[in-house]
Every structure is written in C-alpha cells, then in structure tokens.
C-alpha cells in the first residue's frame, strides 16, 4: 500500500496593510498587515505511484514523463524542491476560483510544498512552511505577489504580520474576543463582484513606482500600514465597529493605488451595501475583482440587496488551524 498525503490550506481574509507585503516595498520601508484565515480552502492529495509517469488533477489533467515537463507553474517548482524523483499522483481543489482575492495562489503554494515535503518524511515548521511558499512564489517564478497570503495559509486564525527589510517576518496572533468572533461569523460578509483577474498582473505597476521611488505611491503605502496598525488596535479592543469604521479609509487608499482599473460594478456593490446599513465595505485582494468583504450589523438587508444585484455571497468563519496535512 503507497503512502499518500492529504492537506488543506485555509484562504484568508485581508483586514488591512495590503500592498505594503510587497517586497518592492518592505525592503525599503518594512510592511505591516492584518490579515484572517478563513474555512474555505485549498484541498490537495498526493501518493507515490507505480509506473514512470507523474498525473496531476487541477483545473486540467496533466500526464508527464518528467516533473520538468509540467505545465502548472507552482507544482513544477514546488517539486524541484521537494519532489523526491520518484512519480506521484497529485489532485487538486478549491472552494473558490483563483483570481478572487483570497489569496489562493499562496494557499495552494502552501499546500503542495506541505503535501509533498510530507510525502518526502519531512514536517516543515510553520514559518519554514510559509516561507518556502514565498520563495517558490517570488523567486523561483518572479511573480510580483506578497508575502501576507502565504503566512496566512500556514498560520490560521486572526495575525499581524511585520514585514522586515530584512526579510524576517514577526507574525503575532491576535487573540479573538467574543464580539469579534461573533462579527467574523455572523457579520462580516464576502459577496462575489462576478469578474476575477490576476494579482500580479494588477500589481506589476505598484512595483515599478515602488521601484522608481514615486513618493505619491510610497505616501500612500504608509498611511496604508497606519490603517492596519489602526485595524489591529481595534481587533485587540475586540471592536468590531471601530474596525468598520475603518473600512472605506482602506477602500479610498486602495482605489487610489488602482486608478488606471475600472471600478464601477465594485463601486455600484459597495453602495448597495452602504444604503442598506453596512458600516464598511472594501475589496479584497490586489484589486479589479474578486470578492467584496461587507460589515453589516443587520446583515439581511445588505444580502437582500446584493443578492438582488447578482453577487453571490460566500459564507464563511475563522480558520485557527492553518495548514494541515494527514497521513493516509
């Protein structure tokens, strides 16, 4: 019987600091989030096979005669580093599309260095999790992405997370008090805004201003980590109002970064929401789709209206586990 490996890696919730985890950015001026696991995940299985072929189910099905020739960019350089040479079977799944914000492609770089590092006899500590998933991401593929949705991934529940110019990274886990835990469950709302895109494409631009020194962007990115380090404050009162309150400084700050994209359907939700008695709505992820997070504290009104628009809503709780793997 063949060893084989089950892992689930949570997707997260972005609560502030988003775009300073850049390392366009922190290597500079040092990052600050605040950022949530949540119960959706990704799901990946892998076990050694027979025979001199390697099979992945994804979005598609590969079939290869060597890892080299695999064609999913994450898998490929996850197993040049933990692939142990020897042919598997690797499936696949997510409870949400890539492209919307939730940081699944972390997610899912988290989840297969674990499954397989795993299937090799190796548990990675937490923070070597995360940041294995980082360099697979940054500097093996050169994707301009952050570091928020990894750590996210291989952490769980509710952190802060510095990021040095050093690269070291401080993640502090934010106790959950009971209105939070309340507000996370029954009032913070996701809604789909019905369009994805990619995060790095979206953020391509922010680097080279960052990279340029546009001291507009750089201004912006600071009042950015002000906000989250407003946010965090808000999570330690267990406040949940006080953070609502903090929502569309969030959205403005993120809007001005992303002037170039049109924002009218993400606009149109987020007053929708407004006028039915949310207390803040803003966007997840890098930006130009993907999913709206809401505060409402009569949550009805705002589904009924935003049901009626046609964005569906995605129910979710707190994620305290991070990322798991079980033997089978």
Same mark, same amino acid.
């Not at 042919?87 to 297969?112: H, Q």
């Not at 106790?175 to 835990?181: S, W």
């Not at 009162?237 to 924002?263: C, G, N, T, V, Y």
């Given at each position: 019987?063949?060893?084989?490996?089950?892992?689930?890696?949570?997707?997260?919730?972005?609560?502030? =600091?988003?775009?300073?985890?850049?390392?366009?950015?922190?290597?500079?001026?040092?990052?600050?989030?605040?950022?949530?696991?949540?119960?959706?995940?990704?799901?990946?299985?892998?076990?050694?096979?027979?025979?001199?072929?390697?099979?992945?189910?994804?979005?598609?099905?590969?079939?290869?005669?060597?890892?080299?020739?695999?064609?999913?960019?994450?898998?490929?350089?996850?197993?040049?580093?933990?692939?142990?040479?020897?042919?598997?079977?690797?499936?696949?799944?997510?409870?949400?599309?890539?492209?919307?914000?939730?940081?699944?492609?972390?997610?899912?770089?988290?989840?297969?260095?674990?499954?397989?590092?795993?299937?090799? =006899?190796?548990?990675?500590?937490?923070?070597?999790?995360?940041?294995?998933?980082?360099?697979?991401?940054?500097?093996?593929?050169?994707?301009?992405?952050?570091?928020?949705?990894?750590?996210? @991934?291989?952490? =769980?529940?509710?952190?802060?997370?510095?990021?040095?110019?050093?690269?070291?990274?401080?993640?502090?886990?934010?106790?959950?008090?009971? @209105?939070?835990?309340?507000?996370?469950?029954?009032?913070?709302?996701?809604?789909?805004? =019905?369009?994805?895109?990619?995060?790095?494409?979206?953020?391509?631009?922010?680097?080279?201003?960052?990279?340029?020194?546009?001291?507009?962007?750089?201004?912006?990115?600071?009042?950015?980590?002000?906000?989250?380090?407003?946010?965090?404050?808000?999570?330690?009162?267990?406040?949940?109002?006080?953070?609502?309150?903090?929502?569309?400084?969030?959205?403005?700050?993120?809007?001005?970064?992303?002037?170039?994209?049109?924002?009218?359907?993400?606009?149109?939700?987020?007053?929708?929401?407004?006028?039915?008695?949310?207390?803040? %709505?803003?966007?997840?992820?890098?930006?130009?789709?993907?999913?709206?997070?809401?505060? @409402?504290?009569?949550?009805?009104?705002?589904? %009924?209206?935003?049901?009626?628009?046609? @964005?569906?809503?995605?129910?979710?709780?707190?994620?305290?586990?991070?990322?798991?793997?079980?033997?089978?």
């Amino acid at each position: 019987m063949h060893l084989a490996i089950s892992v689930r890696a949570p997707l997260r919730i972005a609560l502030g =600091g988003g775009g300073t985890d850049l390392p366009s950015h922190y290597r500079r001026h040092g990052g600050f989030v605040v950022s949530a696991a949540i119960d959706r995940h990704v799901r990946m299985r892998v076990s050694a096979v027979e025979g001199e072929r390697w099979v992945f189910d994804h979005l598609e099905r590969e079939e290869v005669a060597d890892p080299s020739q695999i064609a999913h960019p994450i898998l490929r350089a996850a197993l040049a580093r933990y692939g142990s040479g020897r042919p598997l079977k690797l499936t696949s799944a997510g409870d949400v599309e890539p492209g919307t914000g939730l940081g699944s492609s972390g997610a899912y770089t988290v989840a297969a260095v674990k499954a397989l590092a795993a299937l090799g =006899g190796r548990d990675l500590e937490t923070a070597e999790l995360a940041e294995a998933a980082c360099r697979i991401e940054i500097d093996d593929l050169d994707r301009t992405v952050g570091k928020q949705d990894q750590y996210a @991934a291989a952490h =769980g529940g509710l952190n802060a997370m510095t990021f040095e110019r050093d690269e070291s990274v401080q993640v502090e886990r934010l106790a959950v008090g009971p @209105a939070l835990r309340l507000a996370l469950r029954d009032r913070f709302l996701l809604f789909f805004t =019905g369009s994805s895109r990619s995060a790095a494409g979206v953020l391509a631009g922010q680097v080279e201003r960052s990279l340029a020194g546009d001291g507009g962007l750089e201004r912006n990115l600071a009042a950015t980590a002000e906000v989250a380090l407003a946010a965090r404050s808000a999570m330690e009162a267990d406040d949940p109002d006080a953070f609502a309150q903090l929502m569309d400084r969030q959205w403005d700050l993120k809007r001005e970064r992303l002037s170039h994209l049109p924002m009218g359907r993400i606009e149109e939700l987020r007053g929708l929401a407004l006028a039915s008695g949310a207390g803040g %709505a803003m966007l997840m992820g890098a930006g130009g789709g993907g999913y709206l997070l809401v505060y @409402a504290p009569e949550p009805e009104p705002v589904r %009924a209206a935003l049901h009626s628009a046609g @964005a569906p809503e995605l129910a979710f709780d707190l994620d305290e586990s991070g990322c798991q793997a079980q033997r089978e």
